[in-house]
């Protein structure tokens, strides 16, 4: 199975922004790529998805704020978030695959939104 790193979240205040990455143990080319996150005491929620062909989707909480994309020459997977609100608080998480999930999850990456 794809192994998962995810990197880049860290403590921001509301309004602000953040790039996360997530590099693939192995290649992206033949994936769709999706971040997921999940916040305390919540269930895991995807987040955004972008398909073999580039075509994207987001969650509604997300839409005009975040912006998925990928570089299949460096096997990663990225969110640009921005516009950030304390209620996008949670572990963020990828993985391949747009309606199921084809690899391991890692660790994920912990976004805090507060003042």
């Known amino acids: 199975q794809v192994q998962f790193v995810e990197s880049g979240g860290g403590l921001v205040q509301p309004g602000g922004s953040l790039m996360l990455s997530c590099a693939a143990s192995?290649?992206?080319?033949?994936?769709?790529m999706a971040w997921y996150r999940q916040a305390p005491g919540k269930q895991r929620q995807l987040v955004a998805r972008?398909?073999?062909?580039?075509?994207?989707d987001y969650a509604v909480s997300v839409k005009g704020r975040f912006t998925i994309s990928r570089d299949n020459s460096k096997n990663t997977a990225y969110l640009q978030m921005t516009g950030l609100k304390p209620e996008d608080t949670a572990v963020y998480y990828c993985?391949?695959?747009?309606?199921?999930?084809?690899?391991?999850w890692g660790q994920g990456t912990q976004v805090t939104v507060s003042s």
């Open positions: 993985n391949a695959g747009w309606d199921t999930q084809l690899g391991s």
């Open positions: 192995g290649s992206i080319t033949g994936y769709a």
């Open positions: 972008v398909s073999i062909s580039r075509r994207k």
